[in-house]
């Protein structure tokens, strides 16, 4: 079993940055995702990263302005959010995917997730 928890969420002014954290229990060698989910719209894929770290991938929405990194030391994965818009406004979910796999966008394909942090931008 595993277990996630997400921190750093809060509220910031548009174009400020925050930094999210994503702490996973017991396991170093996952693929990590982040998704998003912001009121009365599906949950949507953010960016994830492979278990070494050599590989990342983004969403458009969010592509050049926020990066995912990892530290397999302290098994925490991390999301910078930079340049904040409105619409960045979201609970934000980090996600594993246990074993040396693949990056995947879909949210079906990972197996733990945690209990959310939200993100709130203001105009």
């Known amino acids: 079993q595993v277990q996630v928890v997400e921190s750093g969420g809060g509220l910031v002014q548009a174009g400020g940055s925050l930094r999210l954290s994503c702490a996973a229990s017991?396991?170093?060698?996952?693929?990590t995702g982040w998704f998003r989910q912001a009121p009365g719209k599906e949950r949507e894929f953010v960016a994830a990263?492979?278990?070494?770290?050599?590989?990342?991938y983004y969403a458009d929405s969010v592509k050049g302005r926020f990066t995912i990194s990892r530290d397999n030391a302290k098994n925490t994965v991390y999301l910078q959010l930079n340049s904040l818009k409105p619409e960045d406004t979201a609970v934000y979910y980090c996600?594993?995917?246990?074993?040396?796999?693949?990056?995947?966008?879909?949210?079906?394909?990972?197996?733990?997730w945690g209990q959310g942090t939200q993100v709130t931008v203001s105009s």
């Open positions: 996600a594993v995917r246990p074993g040396l796999k693949a990056i995947r966008t879909q949210g079906t394909d990972y197996d733990y």
């Open positions: 990263i492979s278990w070494s770290g050599g590989t990342t």
């Open positions: 017991g396991r170093a060698l996952t693929v």
